[in-house]
């Protein structure tokens, strides 16, 4: 949830072609290059002091780059990691490439600091998937899975006991999970998995609210097979994705737009394309939108918009 101190400025980040640039307020820090492969993990920290992602080295060893928005200061932090989850605070954690689970305050200790992740001693944590403060979503394989691949298992692991089972993939490519917080503030969580069969692609996704067992999300908007693009939860407790719907024969699909799903279906916000959105302190926002297969990042108020770059990849802004 939004800490009580979060600044009032507008703050946003966002990665474009191995660069994160962050914008708070009136000032600009970046571009800054790295080797941002996971354009999806660009986080900020909870306070809203922290923006960052992972950046991934030639020789394969991930760093933790971490900005600071009041001052421009940078962080350079080998952690051994391809993603980091805020949890807090200034703190993310993350699975480093000893299967160990780390916390890293960004505020305080200049070191990662190691905890349990209390999984089964059958299993070892590959990556923290998502978070929703200090409860997580935590992607395992089997000892025999040397290379990383094949079946994985998602565990819940909170603060208050042992880690539970709650989902196992066929695959971990291309699976991915969404932390948030619903309208009572309980954790809550997405989870979904994109197919392909070779002749019509297809996802499937369940909503996770912790302590409760998984249930199937219901992603059909129209004929064809809808598909989901960036997804975040609002501070209302609501999920929103942009969804676009892929006919498996026929005309080539239409441009993705923001849904938000509410009262058990989904309701379409915008008529017009978009492929990331997240909403700013001041009511305004920033949104990624295609324009002639290049994506562009905008920073709208009301019905007016500002251009403020091209080729993003992903979007950020600390929670509101």
């Given at each position: ?39 999806s ?26 900005i ?19 949890i ?46 200090e ?44 932390g ?31 302590g ?59 008529d ?13 926002r ?23 770059a ?11």
């Amino acid at each position: 949830m939004p800490s009580p101190s979060a600044p009032v400025e507008d703050r946003f980040a966002w990665i474009s072609a191995g660069e994160i640039t962050v914008q708070a307020g009136d000032r600009t820090v970046g571009p800054i290059v790295g080797g941002f492969r996971e354009a999806s993990n660009v986080f900020w920290t909870a306070s809203g002091t922290y923006a960052g992602a992972v950046s991934i080295a030639a020789d394969g060893l991930g760093s933790v780059v971490a900005i600071d928005a009041r001052t421009g200061d940078l962080r350079r932090i080998p952690c051994g990691c391809s993603r980091v989850e805020p949890i807090g605070d200034d703190r993310v954690a993350y699975v480093d490439d000893q299967n160990q689970g780390r916390i890293l305050d960004l505020a305080g200790a200049a070191e990662p600091a190691a905890f349990e992740l209390r999984l089964p001693a059958e299993v070892r944590a590959t990556e923290i998937v998502a978070a929703a403060g200090e409860t997580m979503l935590v992607r395992t394989v089997l000892p025999s899975a040397d290379d990383g691949f094949g079946d994985d298992t998602i565990f819940l692991v909170g603060p208050g006991g042992p880690a539970r089972k709650v989902h196992r993939h066929a695959s971990i490519v291309d699976s991915r999970a969404v932390g948030g917080h619903d309208s009572d503030g309980r954790p809550v969580f997405l989870i979904s998995q994109p197919a392909d069969d070779g002749i019509c692609p297809d996802e499937q996704a369940w909503i996770l609210p912790a302590g409760i067992a998984l249930a199937r999300l219901d992603l059909r908007i129209g004929p064809g097979v809808t598909l989901m693009g960036d997804t975040w939860w609002d501070r209302e407790g609501r999920l929103n994705s942009t969804l676009v719907i892929i006919p498996c024969e026929g005309p080539d699909p239409a441009s993705p737009a923001w849904w938000r799903w509410s009262g058990g279906k989904w309701t379409q916000v915008e008529d017009r394309p978009v492929t990331a959105v997240r909403m700013l302190a001041s009511g305004d926002r920033a949104e990624i939108v295609p324009e002639d297969d290049i994506q562009v990042l905008y920073r709208r108020h009301g019905d007016a918009r500002v251009r403020i770059a091209t080729e993003v990849l992903a979007v950020a802004a600390p929670p509101v």
